[in-house]
């Protein structure tokens, strides 16, 4: 480490659904809203629609409760965090066209994580999902974020080829990452928002060298 202290989680100083405290999306029709627990059936509905995330990351689709997990889901003990938001994607109509989850301050400031992104499979091939991800990355590097960290499952070909199209890198991979039906190998990759470089990135989060056990 180089010497920046890790934050410890503390309670939003923003209130949820606060315009400050999200994302803007310039996308057509669109409209991004803060998904809390009364949420879930919303999100829920998504996810059911959305099968072919769950089948290729799980091997099966959502469970019943998956939408109130992904709210309730939080990073293991140990992992420090300065806040959590789950970013619907909303159309006129208010069904969900996108979801993002997406932790501040993992580990250390400046270090932002993609915890999940899934757009509605209607909207594939439309440019979407790279307009949506580019709003993302420039709301949190002016939320003071340095790099954006995210896993991908291995194997998951159109995502991995996604996200390196992205500028996101490979660092290390971990075997047996159990996801619903599948046990899976993970890649933590990772995008430099304000100019640095991987050695940089690692001397942060020493646990995401690729040589860490």
């Avoid at 509905?45 to 109130?68: I, M, S, W």
């Avoid at 790279?130 to 159109?158: D, I, K, S, T, Y």
Wanted: with cysteine.
């Amino acid at each position: 480490m180089d010497g920046r202290r890790p934050r410890r989680a503390r309670p939003d100083a923003t209130p949820p659904g606060s315009p400050a405290a999200l994302p803007s999306t310039a996308v057509t029709g669109l409209a991004t809203r803060e998904i809390g627990a009364d949420d879930a059936p919303l999100l829920q509905r998504f996810f059911d629609e959305n099968a072919a995330y769950f089948l290729a990351v799980q091997g099966e689709p959502a469970g019943p409760t998956q939408a109130r997990d992904e709210i309730a889901s939080l990073p293991p003990a140990g992992w420090p965090f300065t806040r959590k938001s789950v970013v619907g994607y909303v159309e006129p109509g208010g069904r969900l066209a996108a979801v993002a989850h997406v932790l501040t301050d993992l580990f250390v400031p400046g270090v932002w994580h993609l915890g999940l992104f899934i757009v509605a499979s209607s909207r594939h091939g439309r440019g979407d999902a790279q307009a949506l991800v580019g709003e993302l990355e420039a709301w949190a590097r002016h939320g003071g974020a340095e790099w954006m960290r995210l896993g991908v499952v291995e194997g998951n070909v159109r995502a991995q080829r996604f996200w390196a199209s992205r500028g996101y890198l490979p660092l290390r991979t971990r075997a047996g990452v159990v996801m619903g039906a599948r046990t899976n190998v993970i890649c933590t990759m990772v995008k430099p928002l304000a100019g640095g470089d991987v050695a940089s990135y690692l001397r942060l989060v020493e646990r995401d060298r690729p040589e860490a056990a």
